[in-house]
């Protein structure tokens, strides 16, 4: 699981006017963030807005990411779905075009049981052949995964990390690789001996935040300078704030799919006087 990287970047999707996927804009922001502290990507994430991609654009999209991959860097492919035979199907293509690894969601809003957690992952690692990252995020599943069967769940095959977003059960378990969820606990997790981060901030500070892997001496004080990014891109759901300010730098992002909508003025402002304050904007 090394392999795939410390910072791992959960990209955007740009749409174009159309709301089409904008395949050249995701290939040329893919490569900047390559360029620019990312070891890896995650694929239709959340922020990647995959709950509102059909199938063929979500695979779509994840062959875009493995025919143009940056040298070096790894690609997850987001599989998670609330049908577990959708799951199995999205993992077993995404393995087919090629994803390094895949990440994948508790079942949301069924709210399965302990059983029927074990259940899911049971049939989704069967039709797996590399890593899975598991992901627990209570907030959006609405059923946390707690630490004693992430360890249960790392018995089965190809069952190798979990992308751990509710920081109050963040700790290394026994045959996972810890990744942080939350941009806020990379230094926590990296403190903890955790292998890094699938973060969203990355898409505008990565160097800053492959310093926090590189020089662990100074990991608390950079910590603390990224504290303006974490507040800023916390005043709406990741996907809005992360396109707002690609949009802002130049990049073409494009505007969200609804349900989300585009950053209001207040927001952009805010977004806006933090890419500012950090030198990475013209006033």
């Given at each position: 699981m090394t392999q795939l990287g410390a910072i791992i970047t959960a990209i955007v999707t740009p749409f174009d006017q159309d709301g089409?996927?904008?395949?050249q804009a995701f290939v040329d922001l893919m490569k900047h963030l390559a360029d620019n502290g990312s070891d890896g990507f995650v694929v239709c994430g959340t922020t990647g807005e995959a709950s509102t991609l059909d199938d063929d654009e979500h695979l779509a999209v994840i062959e875009l990411a493995v025919q143009n991959r940056p040298a070096g860097k790894s690609i997850i492919g987001g599989v998670g779905a609330n049908d577990t035979?959708?799951?199995?199907?999205?993992?077993?293509?995404?393995?087919?075009?090629?994803?390094d690894?895949?990440?994948?969601v508790n079942p949301y809003y069924n709210r399965p049981n302990r059983r029927g957690i074990v259940a899911h992952y049971t049939e989704v690692s069967k039709a797996a052949d590399r890593p899975i990252v598991l992901y627990n995020i209570p907030g959006r599943t609405g059923s946390d995964m707690p630490n004693d069967l992430l360890a249960e769940l790392a018995q089965l095959d190809h069952i190798a990390g979990v992308k751990q977003a509710?920081?109050?059960?963040?700790?290394?378990?026994?045959?996972?690789?810890?990744?942080?969820?939350?941009d806020e606990v990379l230094g926590r997790t990296l403190d903890l001996g955790g292998a890094?981060?699938?973060?969203?901030?990355?898409h505008l500070v990565g160097p800053t935040m492959r310093r926090m892997v590189d020089e662990p001496e100074n990991r608390a004080a950079i910590d603390e300078e990224l504290q303006d990014v974490y507040a800023a891109l916390g005043v709406g759901p990741a996907a809005m704030t992360i396109k707002a300010a690609l949009n802002l730098l130049g990049h073409r992002a494009g505007t969200p799919r609804l349900p989300y909508v585009e950053a209001d003025p207040e927001e952009?402002?805010?977004?806006?006087a933090m890419l500012v304050g950090r030198?990475?904007?013209e006033t």
């Open positions: 089409a996927v904008d395949e035979r959708h799951a199995i199907k999205l993992t077993t293509r995404a393995c087919e075009l090629g994803a690894a895949l990440l994948s509710n920081n109050d059960n963040l700790a290394l378990v026994d045959g996972l690789e810890l990744y942080a969820g939350n890094g981060g699938i973060l969203t901030g990355s952009t402002a805010t977004i806006r030198g990475l904007l």
